[in-house]
């Protein structure tokens, strides 16, 4: 039985390392140069927290991350419907996939937890193929824990048809509080 | 019957009901992928997932309240709590949310908890200030939103239970629908290949029974041409002496009479057995020959048949009968009839002095009796169609013959499960033999007076 399982365990890190390395390479230029200096300690609230396999961090906790430490990655802005709400909204916040690279992200998964501790499984490839947003605000206003806020992941549902899929209606994290990158 | 089985009624009428049918069976599946459509759409299963959730938030508030009420939570956590709540019941009011809750007719009730809610936030500041009354009434108001929340996740869960009801429901009598359209799509296209073969069926029938009277109608072409030339030859020949013998009158020798005469009677000799031979072929073909076997006495048929030949031929016929069975199951006078008719085939195409052999013998469980002659011979490839009516070989040009005997003869044998065998050299002769099945005749049954 011992065996067994240390086998698996051998052969999931086999895996695991393969794929780090593979996704390393990637994103190797970036958090190389990055990986120099530390981020730094947030100043106000914390609204989202990076853990997981990542190469900066500004604590024991991972890297966290108040609402000027994300506006400062650079605003995007996404308008698009979506099935929670009526009408056409006008997202603005940061990209997620500059958010993983600043911090350095290495892995092919990321989970999403939002403050009710819902967690969704999200694939690192969804952030780096698709300009899905951070979203922090919503038609101009900052969006409160009582209409998704403070952070709601948002993907360009209007401009890519592909997106237009109920499965993928569950990454649709609202009330974000932490990203893991497994 | 018309010819053209594709404007015939029923054919028409099956091809109408094959297309009313592949139009049902079109409706039908159409009607099939919209029900399945309804399954994969929105679900009620969103409301369920939606409304359990709510009724947790309003759970942990109500928690909530009850710690902070006892200082073991921050009033950061209680106003957490609240907000996670408020937007559990926004959820309810916009987008697929507010459809659903309206479908399952809980729109007021959204409402109410909503006022209710509001209300509640007015109190939030003496909440904070531990006001017992609020407390007790944030809690309430919890409690009250978490089991409006529960009756929606059951009434969703109820909704979703009839629908998936009405779905699997239409679903199964759609199946059978379409079952039905298509067994009878296939009867239709049954009946449908029905008629197409049978109109094509009756079609080749009617080509080939017109072929056949064209053949029989070029028979008879060729027959009437054949018989009369026939018969013209020995009427000539009679004209041409009795005209002779009425012009030399008395002046004419004994000799002379006697040969005329002879002329005479060898003609009419030629035309009663020409006159036979038609006849019998008639007489066959419209099946007033019947087929009785009897027991038969073969040697005595050859016999019989050699002297029924003309006189000066019957020194030509050599026999070689020794191992030829006496009594056999056959019918003596058609017998009779083929025998004859080749010995005088063998007789007519040789030379006037040369041999006929007649030779008769058993092999295995046949009856062979052959007729050898060193005549003309018939070409080789002739020799499929000799027993054909009316067929002549080339060698025969110049010799009186209708073409029938052998026609004749092969029917003859059919009758007793027999057939004819040639082998022949042109120039040299031929062989003709008659095979067919030895069946031994019983002696207790045997009379050799024919009684018909």
Not at chain 2, 370 to 379: A, F, K, L, Q, Y
Request: aromatic residues 6%.
């Amino acid at each position: 039985m011992s065996v067994h399982k240390s086998m698996s365990s051998r052969a999931a890190l086999h895996a695991f390392v393969q794929r780090s390395v593979l996704l390393g390479a990637l994103l190797a230029p970036l958090s190389t140069v990055e990986a120099a200096d530390p981020l730094p300690q947030p100043q106000g609230a914390v609204i989202l927290t990076v853990t997981g396999a990542i190469a900066r961090t500004n604590g024991p906790d991972g890297a966290q991350f108040d609402r000027q430490m994300l506006l400062d990655l650079g605003e995007t802005q996404i308008s698009t419907t979506t099935p929670w709400t009526d009408g056409i909204q006008e997202f603005s916040g940061v990209l997620a996939r500059d958010v993983l690279k600043h911090v350095g992200a290495e892995g092919d998964t990321v989970l999403a937890t939002a403050l009710n501790d819902y967690t969704v499984r999200v694939p690192m490839a969804d952030f780096l193929n698709n300009d899905v947003l951070l979203a922090m605000e919503m038609n101009g206003e900052e969006m409160q824990i009582s209409d998704k806020g403070p952070i709601w992941i948002i993907y360009p549902r209007d401009d890519v048809p592909a997106l237009q899929n109920t499965l993928l209606h569950e990454r649709w994290v609202w009330q974000l509080r932490e990203l893991q990158v497994q | 019957m018309t010819r053209r089985p594709w404007i015939s009624r029923p054919f028409l009428a099956a091809v109408l009901a094959l297309t009313v049918l592949f139009t049902l069976l079109l409706a039908a599946v159409t009607r099939l992928a919209v029900n399945e459509n309804r399954i994969s759409g929105e679900r009620d299963d969103s409301v369920i997932w939606f409304a359990s959730q709510g009724q947790y938030e309003a759970m942990r508030l109500a928690d909530a309240t009850l710690l902070f009420e006892a200082g073991r939570v921050a009033p950061e956590e209680l106003a957490l709590r609240f907000d996670l709540l408020d937007s559990r019941l926004s959820l309810f009011e916009q987008g697929v949310g507010a459809r659903l809750v309206e479908d399952l007719g809980y729109r007021d009730e959204v409402q109410e908890l909503r006022d209710t809610f509001e209300t509640q936030r007015l109190q939030l500041p003496l909440v904070r200030d531990g006001d017992p009354e609020a407390l007790l009434g944030l809690h309430g108001t919890a409690r009250a939103m978490g089991e409006t929340m529960r009756d929606v996740a059951n009434a969703g869960m109820l909704d979703s239970r009839n629908k998936d009801d009405m779905v699997r429901d239409t679903r199964r009598r759609i199946l059978v629908e379409v079952l039905s359209y298509l067994l009878a799509t296939l009867a239709a296209g049954v009946l449908v290949a029905f008629i197409v073969v049978r109109g094509f069926r009756t079609t080749m029938r009617a080509e080939a029974a017109l072929e056949h009277e064209r053949q029989i109608s070029r028979l008879h072409r060729a027959f009437t041409s054949v018989v009369s030339h026939q018969f013209r030859t020995p009427l000539t020949i009679i004209d041409a002496s009795a005209q002779r013998m009425l012009r030399r009158g008395a002046a004419m020798t004994q000799d002379e009479v006697i040969s005329r005469a002879t002329k005479i009677r060898k003609a009419c000799q030629r035309l009663t057995r020409l006159m036979e031979s038609t006849l019998n072929a008639a007489r066959l073909e419209q099946g007033e020959i019947t087929f009785h076997p009897r027991p038969c006495d073969l040697q005595q048929v050859v016999a019989t048949v050699v002297d029924m030949q003309p006189e000066d031929d019957q020194s030509r016929i050599v026999l070689a009968l020794e191992d030829l069975p006496r009594l056999v199951m056959a019918d003596t006078a058609l017998l009779e009839q083929a025998i004859h008719n080749l010995i005088s085939n063998g007789l007519k195409y040789s030379a006037p002095n040369s041999q006929v052999l007649v030779r008769g013998r058993r092999e295995a469980n046949d009856v062979i009796i052959s007729v050898v002659d060193n005549g003309v011979g018939i070409p080789a490839d002739e020799i499929p169609f000799i027993t054909e009516r009316f067929f002549r070989a080339r060698t025969a040009q110049g010799i009186a013959g209708t073409g029938i005997g052998l026609h004749f003869v092969s029917q003859i044998m059919d009758l007793h499960g027999g057939r004819i065998e040639v082998s022949s050299a042109e120039g040299k002769g031929s062989t003709i033999s008659l095979v067919f099945p030895y069946r031994p005749a019983e002696r207790a049954g045997f009379d050799p007076v024919r009684t018909d």
